[in-house]
């Protein structure tokens, strides 16, 4: 099949969070399946600066020989940021994104090469697949060619005012609410899952949830007319780039069979916080965005409680401002238990992987997550909430000593979160039982491999339908 992504953001090129990381990973996967994958993203300004890209061709390689068009159109995408600066969006991404969508097929039909498949990531692509059943519906060009629509975040839907549909190059009874009409506005995100020919989404707990009221973020309604088309794949994780047998970001590297070297690594951690170097004290660790979505709300409730307990919490990341502001007041109150590094950092990044007893994700909902995926690989076992992908790769170890790799918040409360932070700390004194725990969940792996047959099955579900 000759398969086309399309996504706002890829890495190594330019990431904000998870999205990047799938397209950047999940094409390699199904190239090596001996597909003919291109993959199509805007030119930031970020894009420049990666050794994989060639200013001369406007074009990227990754991977065998797996090329990245990169859509160029300065006054969209030569900017600081990807989506907004200062704690807010762009005022003109509706027309950004659009652009990208519009652009992309123009760019397929000067290509040449007629498509099988063109996948398409989150609200920014989600035009596509009603450009191809409206705009190209009569262009043999465009004939056998399917669309599938992935939902990696529900909550970021895309929503601009109505009075903006006419720059959108779309006929103008499409607003109605069987189409892009969201309560009286545009929603990029709905039009997609209306349009598209099959719809996924990245765990398959999160593909239930967003059929409920509680996670359907107002889209429930249409998710559920369409579940026919949706299913839920798991994400993998490229275990090549994630191992400290053999990260070039640790030193030392350690495998499962000899993890002398995570407490060395814990201790380069704690000393870098300015906390004490003790290997009986448990260390809490996260890494990710600091938003609502993560549980920071949860957390500022129950952090006093658990600053009794004999345990160290680290944290890193950017996000929204009250919560970067909350966890340096943190810092500052439990100056020998809390250590915070407002940045993302990718080498520090590793160091918490590897250095951290306990990783914390008390997520209040979790399309997939990848961060579990990785402090699991790096012996850092996974405190969570029952959520999407938490739920689909966690399992409870108090609850379930043969199966069990990580530690599962019998309910989202601050009392919830301290019962599981307790059984945590209770299997961490015990230190036969955490080495087992250790080794199980270093053994665990969600590869890209096998999500990638579970994604060429969808595709060839559309093309039979063609």
């Known amino acids: ?36 994958v291109i993959i199509i993203m805007p030119y930031y300004r970020c894009v420049g600066r990666q050794p994989a890209f060639s200013d ?73 697949p009603v450009l191809l059943k409206e705009n190209y519906a009569d262009d043999p060009f465009f004939a056998r060619t399917r669309s599938v629509l992935t939902i990696h975040n529900l909550a970021y839907q895309g929503v601009f005012p109505k009075e903006e549909m006419p720059r959108l ?7 109605n609410p069987g189409a892009l009409e969201f309560y009286e506005k545009i929603n990029f995100l709905k039009a997609g899952i209306v349009f598209a020919d099959h719809i996924t989404t990245v765990s398959p707990q999160y593909a239930a949830e967003i059929q409920t009221k509680e996670s359907g973020c107002g889209l429930e309604g249409v998710i559920c007319q369409n579940k026919d088309r949706l299913a839920g794949l798991l994400n993998g994780l ?52 600091l938003c609502y979505q993560k549980g920071f709300d949860l957390l500022e409730i129950a952090f ?4 009794k307990r004999n345990v160290q919490v680290v944290f890193m990341g950017v996000g929204e401002e009250k919560y970067q502001k909350l966890l340096v007041r943190l810092a500052k109150k439990y100056p020998g238990q809390c250590g915070v590094v407002i940045r993302y950092d990718e080498s520090f990044a590793h160091m918490i992987y590897a250095g951290a007893d306990i990783f914390l994700m ?64 209770a299997v961490f004194a015990r230190k036969d039982d955490w080495g ?31």
């Not at 003109?92 to 990531?121: E, S």
């Not at 969600?446 to 339908?465: F, I, M, P």
């Open 238 to 289: 490229d275990y090549r780039q994630w191992d400290p047998a053999t990260d070039k970001l640790l030193d030392p590297t350690y495998a499962a069979s000899s993890v002398q070297g995570k407490a060395v690594h814990k201790g380069k951690l704690q000393k870098a916080l300015n906390l004490p170097v003790a290997k009986a004290i448990p260390v809490f660790g996260f890494v990710g965005r």
């Open 169 to 175: 190059g779309l006929d103008a009874r499409l607003f």
């Open 362 to 425: 008390p997520s209040i909902y979790e399309p997939c997550g990848l961060t579990q995926m990785i402090s699991l690989r790096y012996g850092t076992i996974p405190l969570v909430s029952e959520v999407g992908g938490l739920a689909d790769t966690v399992t409870d170890f108090t609850l379930n000593a043969l199966k069990g790799n990580g530690f599962v918040m019998p309910d989202y409360t601050p009392e919830g979160l301290l019962a599981a932070v307790d059984r945590a700390c």
């Open 304 to 307: 006093d409680d658990l600053m």
């Open 436 to 466: 087992v725990l250790i080794a199980r969940a270093m053994a665990c792996r969600w590869t890209w491999e096998s999500s990638a047959v579970h994604y060429v099955a969808c595709y060839e579900k559309c093309l039979r339908s063609a």
């Open 1 to 36: 099949m000759r398969i086309v992504f399309v996504a706002s953001e890829v890495f190594p090129f330019a990431k904000t969070g998870g999205l990047a990381d799938v397209c950047g990973t999940l094409p390699l996967e199904l190239e090596r399946l001996g597909h003919d």
């Open 56 to 128: 001369d061709a406007m074009m990227g390689v990754v991977g065998k020989d797996l090329k990245v068009y990169f859509l160029r159109h300065l006054e969209f995408f030569d900017r600081p940021q990807l989506y907004g600066e200062a704690g807010g969006d762009y005022p003109d991404n509706m027309d950004r994104f659009a652009f990208l969508c519009h652009a992309t097929l123009r760019l397929l039909k000067a290509l040449g090469k007629p498509v099988d498949i063109i996948h398409c990531h989150d609200w920014q692509t989600g035009l596509i």
